[in-house]
């Protein structure tokens, strides 16, 4: 049985719900972590993680938002949040969450190679909005 005042410890039961595929419990042990301590990054990041994965993008966002209003020097975060606004087809925003990223950590390979594919990705969508290749 968990102590009922430790935060830590329902983060850590989410991640073990979460690696069995028990997603619904894993997310009220992260919702119960950040009731009992609202400053948890972590349980932010984790509960964010998770959303991502399950394709819940735009409460993925939010969870990564909160986690970065603790943290705002948190690479992983920016990183994830970059990927999360790619699912939500908002690459500009992406662009720049990576390029925050990338200053903190200039050698993070995942944010840069994410960076190039939200770019690319962007010129395809401006491509399709300029008409580009209509009638091929």
Not at 23 to 42: C, E, G, R, T
């Amino acid at each position: 049985k968990l102590n009922p005042s430790y935060a830590l410890a329902f983060n850590d039961r989410g991640l073990e719900f979460s690696s069995k595929g028990e997603f619904d419990k894993a997310v009220a042990d992260y919702n119960q972590a950040l009731k009992i301590n609202p400053n948890h990054s972590v349980a932010y990041y984790n509960r964010g993680n998770l959303l991502r994965e399950l394709g819940r993008n735009q409460e993925a966002l939010q969870s990564y938002d909160q986690a970065l209003k603790i943290r705002p020097a948190d690479a992983e975060s920016l990183n994830n949040r970059g990927n999360a606004l790619c699912e939500l087809q908002r690459y500009a925003d992406a662009v720049l969450s990576f390029d925050k990223a990338i200053a903190l950590e200039p050698y993070y390979a995942d944010a840069i190679e994410n960076r190039a594919d939200a770019l690319s990705r962007q010129g395809c969508e401006r491509g399709v909005d300029l008409g580009i290749g209509a009638g091929i």
